[in-house]
T-cell receptor, first 114, second 115 residues
Framework: GAVVSQHPSWVICKSGTSVKIECRSL??????MFWYRQFPKQSLMLMAT?????????EQGVEKDKFLINHASLTLSTLTVTSAHPEDSSFYIC??????????FGSGTRLTVV | AQSVTQPDIHITVSEGASLELRCNYS??????LFWYVQSPGQGLQLLLK??????LVQGIKGFEAEFKRSQSSFNLRKPSVHWSDAAEYFC?????????????FGAGTQVVVTP
């Protein structure tokens, strides 16, 4: 149990366009979902925390209007990178938490903006 | 402020040798402690976790970790590494009062395994 599916695993987009990344908990209802960003050779940086039906809580320095998070159900959270630019290129990872399973991570999405 | 420190950015170890990765945390209370492994381009896989009880925790893939309150440490060990253990390892903590809230990650330790 406790599988988190993240799609797409990689995406290339043109500068100025928007990209949506999905994170689904397949066999459990996630209490909370988290979105992280990871630069090469670096640790995970928490971007935001989202609870189903509520507005996401963003970490300091993360632009809410650029990184839109929607958590419409207990099994699905999406991260939309709006008007993407090359500096948004990164590895994005989602995580879901459940009191019984703890934290489960998605396999990540490599975003490249050209 | 809470923090997690992994002093070693990079460790090279020979296949078959023992491995120890260090992790120190700074909190007033005892946090929940985790070790994760990440292969290139992949998400994180949980190796083991400590919440309370026995301070020596057994995990998957032959890993174990020991919680030492006096040293605020939670070091990860493996008696004999395999080439497949080459990866990035992250220590993480969560305040126990924050039920399944956000994790604080260390900077990570890259493990290279030589033949």
């Amino acid at each position: 149990g406790a599988v988190v599916s993240q799609h797409p695993s990689w995406v290339i987009c043109k500068s100025g366009t928007s990209v949506k990344i999905e994170c689904r908990s397949l066999d459990f209802q996630a209490t909370t979902m988290f979105w992280y960003r990871q630069f090469p050779k670096q640790s995970l940086m928490l971007m935001a925390t989202s609870n189903e039906g509520s507005k996401a809580t963003y970490e300091q320095g993360v632009e809410k209007d650029k990184f839109l998070i929607n958590h419409a159900s207990l099994t699905l959270s999406t991260l939309t990178v709006t008007s993407a630019h090359p500096e948004d290129s990164s590895f994005y990872i989602c995580s879901a938490s459940h009191r019984a399973y703890g934290y489960t991570f998605g396999s990540g999405t490599r975003l490249t903006v050209v | 402020a809470q923090s997690v420190t992994q002093p070693d950015i990079h460790i090279t170890v020979s296949e078959g040798a023992s491995l120890e990765l260090r992790c120190n945390y700074s909190y007033g209370a005892t946090p929940y402690l985790f070790w994760y492994v990440q292969s290139p381009g992949q998400g994180l896989q949980l190796l083991l976790k400590y919440f309370s009880g026995d301070t020596l925790v057994q995990g998957i893939k032959g890993f174990e970790a020991e919680f030492k309150r006096s040293q605020s440490s939670f070091n990860l060990r493996k008696p004999s590494v395999h080439w497949s253990d080459a990866a990035e390892y992250f220590c993480a903590t969560k305040m126990t009062t924050d039920s399944w809230g956000k994790l604080q990650f260390g900077a990570g330790t890259q493990v290279v395994v030589t033949p």
